[in-house]
C-alpha cells in the first residue's frame, strides 16, 4: 500500500496568518496518463469530509480561492494564504492511483 | 442536488453482521465507482471497499477481505456494503462515496471521491 505522510499533525493559527500542510507519499503519484491523482480533504467537526483540491493544484467546485495545492511526484503542499475560523477541522491528503486509496493521517488546524 | 444517505448502522454483536446501503440521488449512479470509507472513533479515514460502475469490479481492504461484500443496484440507485463476522476492530463511522471522473483521456478530471454521505456508525459490542 501507499503510505501518505502529512506533516504537521496539528496546526494552531491565527486568524489572517498562512497555513501550510506537507504530505509525502512512499511512490509517485504521477500516473502515465499524464496525471497525478493526489487529493485534499477537509472534514470539519462532526462532518463528512469534504474535497477541497484534485489532480494536486485543482480546487473543487465553491471551494475559497484561499485554498491552494501545489506538488508533484511524491511531495505536496496544501496552503491556505489567511486562515478563517471556518478553516477548522482535520485536513487529509489522499492518493487513488492504486487501490487501496489511502490518506495521511490527518493534520487538525485549530484557531488561535 | 447530488445526495449520498447511508442508513443500516447500528449495534451488532461480535461476528455478526449488518448491512449498510446508501441511496444516491442527483446524478447518474450507474456512471460512477462508489467507494465505502470508514474512520474508526478519534481516528483517520480507511479505505474499505470499491465498486465499479457496472458492479463487474470489485476491491476489499485486507483488513476487510473474506468478511465484507460490496454490492449495487443500478435501478434502485443503491450502494451495499454486506458486513460478517464483525470485530470491535470494525466500529466506526462508514462513509460511502463517488468516486468522479469527468471527460475523457487528456482531457479528463478526475474529481476522485467528490461526494460522501453523512456517514452511519457501527458499533459492535456484546
Known amino acids: 500500500d501507499i503510505v501518505m505522510t502529512q506533516t504537521p499533525l496539528s496546526l494552531s493559527v491565527t486568524p489572517g496568518q498562512p497555513a501550510s500542510i506537507s504530505c509525502k507519499s512512499s511512490?509517485?503519484?504521477?500516473?502515465?496518463?499524464?496525471?497525478?491523482?493526489l487529493y485534499w480533504y477537509l472534514q470539519r467537526p462532526g462532518q463528512s469530509p469534504q474535497l477541497l483540491t484534485y489532480?494536486?493544484?485543482n480546487r473543487f467546485s465553491g471551494v475559497s480561492d484561499r485554498f491552494s495545492g501545489s506538488g508533484s511526484g511524491t511531495d505536496f503542499t496544501l496552503k491556505i494564504s489567511r486562515v478563517e475560523a471556518e478553516d477548522v477541522g482535520v485536513y487529509y491528503c489522499?492518493?487513488?492511483?492504486?487501490?487501496?486509496?489511502?490518506f495521511g493521517q490527518g493534520t487538525h488546524l485549530e484557531i488561535k | 442536488e447530488v445526495q449520498l444517505v447511508e442508513s443500516g448502522g447500528g449495534l451488532a454483536q461480535p461476528g455478526g453482521s449488518l448491512r449498510l446501503s446508501c441511496a444516491a440521488s442527483?446524478?447518474?449512479?450507474?456512471?460512477?465507482?462508489m467507494h465505502w470509507v470508514r474512520q474508526a472513533p478519534g481516528k483517520g479515514l480507511e479505505h474499505v471497499s470499491s465498486?465499479?460502475?457496472?458492479?463487474?469490479?470489485?476491491f476489499y481492504a485486507n483488513s476487510v477481505k473474506g468478511r465484507f461484500t460490496i454490492s449495487r443496484d443500478n435501478s434502485k440507485n443503491t450502494l451495499y456494503l454486506q458486513m460478517g463476522s464483525l470485530r470491535a476492530e470494525d466500529m466506526a463511522v462508514y462513509y460511502c462515496?463517488?468516486?468522479?471522473?469527468?471527460?475523457?483521456?487528456?482531457?479528463?478530471?478526475?474529481?476522485?471521491?467528490?461526494?460522501w454521505g453523512q456517514g452511519t456508525t457501527v458499533t459492535v459490542s456484546s
Open positions: 462515496a463517488r468516486y468522479r471522473v469527468a471527460g475523457y483521456g487528456s482531457g479528463s478530471d478526475i474529481y476522485g471521491m467528490d461526494v
Open positions: 442527483g446524478f447518474s449512479f450507474s456512471g460512477n465507482s
Open positions: 465498486i465499479s460502475n457496472n458492479g463487474d469490479s470489485t
Open positions: 511512490q509517485s503519484l504521477l500516473h502515465s496518463d499524464g496525471k497525478t491523482y
Open positions: 489532480e494536486v493544484s
Open positions: 489522499m492518493q487513488s492511483i492504486q487501490l487501496p486509496y489511502t
